[in-house]
């Protein structure tokens, strides 16, 4: 199943939600949003600087990973950014597929 890192910044009315219910209680809500989708959640953390939240999902595909950036988005409560994560197998995949690519200007 493809993993994804998503982070995420906690908007005014977002950060008020946290501050009532606490970290414990967003973890719960990530894991049901994520299982609503056919989704796993490998770990969820919090952090300072320029993003506040980060997490490690595994989702059956793009459009699972869509639905859920959507429906968080949606909410008003956070802005999200989703990085797809690659193994090192699929590197390999990659690097063994030979493409020809013309820069611009060449």
Do not use: W
Request: proline share 5%.
């Amino acid at each position: 199943m493809p993993k994804f890192m998503v982070q995420a910044r906690y908007t005014a009315s977002g950060s008020k939600g946290l501050l009532e219910k606490g970290g414990s209680a967003r973890k719960a809500a990530v894991h049901e949003a994520v299982e609503q989708v056919g989704g796993t959640v490998e770990c969820v953390y919090f952090a300072f600087g320029s993003d506040d939240f980060y997490s490690i999902l595994e989702l059956p595909d793009n459009a699972s990973a869509a639905a859920l950036s959507l429906a968080v988005t949606a909410s008003g409560a956070l802005t999200t950014k989703a990085v797809v994560l690659l193994t090192p197998e699929e590197i390999d995949e990659a690097v063994a597929k030979s493409v020809a690519f013309r820069p611009p200007g060449a």
